[in-house]
């Protein structure tokens, strides 16, 4: 017996047809299509338009076992919403066992198929494929991107029905496979919302009192995504957040039976109907339920303006986009009153966020002065306080943005015996407390200042495997980004923040993951909207560059932001209207949406509050 690959995979065909909604959500318009298309290679299929759909055909009579593999690895690229052609390929009881929506394996490449058979096995009754590739993600059954790494290798095994005589897989590969460029065009990220839980009142006792916190999944582009998104919102958040949100819809809802597809109305109304388990709420908890899918639906698209509930035939409740944020609060719609930095008289600068030929100016309070010279600096998400690292890097005041406001005595004082062994760029919480690491080789920390003052509490993060060089906490207060040097290699990671029940508990830090498995140096960062971060890096042997990714580690559709060289910090709003800044060889730089970078003013360590 051996093994040998299979020759270069014929192209099968597949027909692509006019998306049959016209009025779905996600189109522009409705072309008028032909019958039939070109006919393509499964890695070779072109992005299509988002009017488009593409189904691949059924297996052609007595195709051989080589066909047949092609034709289903081909059908799994389809646009077919249950994945019924791709059955066709299967024998009868495998393709009713079979389960396609408990994982999509993602490869760099299509998958190849090694054939295991002499030359005459193939007259025979069976025959066996192993398919191969490299893996870059996973999606799981609550479509959840994880990145991934190592080789691809998964059995197929081909049987000749006893009645047709026809060839059919039996033992059909664990979920869907393709390569990285057929999942781009077949899937899309979207943002479920879920609230942070234990979220703190207010200080005022006004304003909303519930953060809501984002989820990316994805999930297929052309097959009903209003629909598919609704379900995996009900369904509950993934593993990312787990126990740090909540959700508001009661255990066992669900979608009310019968229904086809979720459309808005030509207003922009979405109306939901749900099961008898979302009838018994109050009027307080469905406009919660409505504020997660109104916010979820506006991350898919823009058209849904007013979320309305039913179920069992009567309304619920009806919540539109002006009285959204009364209900919960999303960091993304928070706009900051300024940008804040380090001028080259060390002193904490402001300057008025987004604008153009401004002065910047000293803020009120001591960290403006001059009197203690700072080498960085994080304003707090109110921007009532401020905090910053001593130009030593050791020593961490606080103080209040109020004329006249003083600073005391340092909170944290490093044991580091340079700037670089000193401590991190403290960053502010939603729940206005302060973290900042400690890199003292002989006592590393990740720290906690309790609504930044008080005695520093050591957050435990079990499983880190390096030293903590920076740390940026989520505008949700639920997520930590920490960028983590081992072995000279610097990374990205993401995790979750459990806190304790009562003041002063340590808090912990969980489901570390990496967001950048392909960069080999990750030298800043900063969140770039409710689930983005803009990263300043470099693969192995490249240059340095400047992107964006997602807290799951995927690439967001988003555009690269121009290249810049010389990089030392970078700051982003998670209100994506404002500008990138950065710290560069040119001193404090901007970009404006669709422009080149500028330069601003001398300086260094920009912030925007957070």
């Known amino acids: 017996m051996g093994a040998d690959r299979l020759g270069a995979r014929r192209p099968v065909p597949v027909r692509a047809v006019a998306y049959a909604a016209c009025g779905a959500v996600l189109l522009t318009g409705c072309a008028s299509m032909p019958d039939s298309g070109d006919l393509r290679g499964v890695e070779s299929t072109p992005r299509q338009d988002t009017q488009v759909r593409v189904f691949a055909m059924p297996p052609p009579k007595d195709a051989p076992a080589t066909e047949i593999v092609q034709g289903f690895l081909e059908a799994l690229t389809s646009d077919d919403p249950h994945y019924e052609t791709a059955r066709k390929y299967l024998t009868e009881e495998a393709a009713k066992s079979w389960r396609p929506e408990l994982s999509t394996t993602v490869l760099a490449g299509g998958p190849g198929a090694l054939s295991d058979h002499s030359g005459s096995r193939e007259e025979a009754s069976d025959y066996a494929v192993t398919l191969t590739g490299t893996k870059v993600a996973t999606v799981d059954a609550r479509q959840s991107y994880t990145p991934a790494e190592g080789e691809y290798r998964e059995p197929v095994h081909l049987s000749r029905d006893a009645k047709s005589g026809q060839w059919r897989i039996d033992v059909p590969p664990k979920g869907v496979v393709m390569g990285k460029s057929d999942f781009q065009r077949n899937y899309m990220s979207v943002n479920k919302y879920y609230f942070a839980a234990g979220t703190p009142d207010a200080e005022d006792g006004a304003g909303p009192r519930t953060t809501a916190v984002a989820d990316p999944v994805y999930v297929r582009r052309r097959v009903e995504p209003v629909t598919q998104t609704v379900r995996s919102l009900i369904n509950g958040p993934t593993s990312l957040l787990g126990t740090g949100v909540t959700s508001s819809f009661p255990a066992g809802t669900a979608l009310a039976k019968g229904f086809t597809s979720l459309t808005p109305d030509e207003h922009g109304k979405l109306t939901v109907p749900l099961n008898g388990r979302a009838g018994r709420v109050g009027t307080k908890r469905c406009d919660e339920m409505a504020a997660q899918l109104l916010f979820t639906l506006q991350s898919l698209t823009p058209a849904v303006e007013e979320v309305q509930l039913r179920s069992g035939g009567d309304q619920l409740c009806s919540l539109s986009e002006n009285r959204a944020d009364t209900v919960a609060v999303r960091s993304s719609a928070e706009r900051p009153d300024y940008l804040y930095f380090i001028d080259d008289e060390h002193r904490l600068v402001q300057l008025p966020s987004g604008s153009e030929g401004t002065r910047p100016e000293p803020v009120p309070g001591a960290l403006g002065e001059g009197t203690t010279e700072f080498r960085s600096a994080a304003v707090s998400r109110d ?26 005595d340092p909170l944290v004082v490093s044991g580091g015996e340079t700037e670089e062994q000193g401590l991190t760029t403290p960053s502010w919480d939603a729940w206005g407390d302060l973290w900042i690491a400690d890199r003292d080789p002989d006592d590393p920390r990740l720290l906690v200042l ?161």
């Open 383 to 408: 921007e009532h306080r401020a905090a910053g690292v001593g130009l030593d890097g050791k020593s961490l005041y606080v103080g209040s943005l109020v004329p006249g406001g003083s600073l005391g």
């Open 450 to 610: 309790e609504k930044g003052a008080g005695d520093p509490v050591e957050a435990r993060v079990p499983g880190l495997d390096g030293s903590v060089e920076a740390v940026r906490v989520a505008g949700d207060g639920v997520r930590i980004a920490l960028i983590v040097e081992k072995d000279g290699k610097r990374s990205l990671l993401i995790g979750r923040i459990e806190r304790g029940e009562k003041a002063g508990e340590r808090p912990t830090i969980v489901e570390l993951r990496s967001a950048t498995p392909e960069l080999e140096e990750v030298t800043a960062m900063s969140w770039a909207g409710d689930s983005r971060l803009v990263v300043v890096g470099r693969e192995r042997g490249g240059v340095q560059q400047i992107g964006y990714v997602q807290v799951d580690g995927s690439a967001p559709e988003a555009a690269v932001p121009a290249a810049l060289t010389g990089v030392n910090d970078i700051a982003a709003s998670e209100d994506d209207g404002l500008p990138l800044v950065a710290y560069s060889e040119d001193g404090i730089v901007r970009l404006p949406s669709g422009m080149q970078w500028q330069k601003v003013t001398k300086g260094m360590a920009p912030v925007y509050p957070g």
